[in-house]
């Protein structure tokens, strides 16, 4: 289970029987699996071999639960980029990185890297 990654022991990631008694009616990946799935995802088609760090999220939006079986893909738009202050070879990007379900369910970061 993903939420096991994550040392995340909340029962509606690992009880089925206790999801049943809530509105989900059944278990919820782990939400901080599901971001690190997110930029893991991103990474191929945006930063691959080119970057030194991430500098932060600045938001992160999950508004709809993804559930284990879902199908998640990623899409990034590319929401400013500047020069670095303190090193000019360098720049900084802030994305837009959202995981959509078949359902068109999404989950949103703004990511600084």
């Known amino acids: 289970m993903p939420t096991t990654m994550t040392m995340n022991p909340q029962p509606l990631h690992l009880d089925a029987e206790f999801a049943k008694t809530t509105q989900f009616e059944r278990p919820l990946v782990n939400s901080l699996f599901t971001l690190g799935l997110l930029v893991g995802l991103t990474v191929a088609d945006t930063t691959l071999g080119t970057t030194i760090g991430n500098l ?58």
């Open 56 to 113: 932060g999220f600045e938001e992160v939006v999950l508004p709809k639960p993804v559930f284990t079986g879902d199908t998640l893909r990623a899409e990034t738009q590319v929401l400013a980029k500047r020069e670095s202050r303190s090193d000019p070879a360098r720049g900084i990007v802030t994305f837009e990185h959202s995981a959509i379900n078949q359902r068109a369910a999404t989950a949103q970061i703004q990511d600084k890297g």
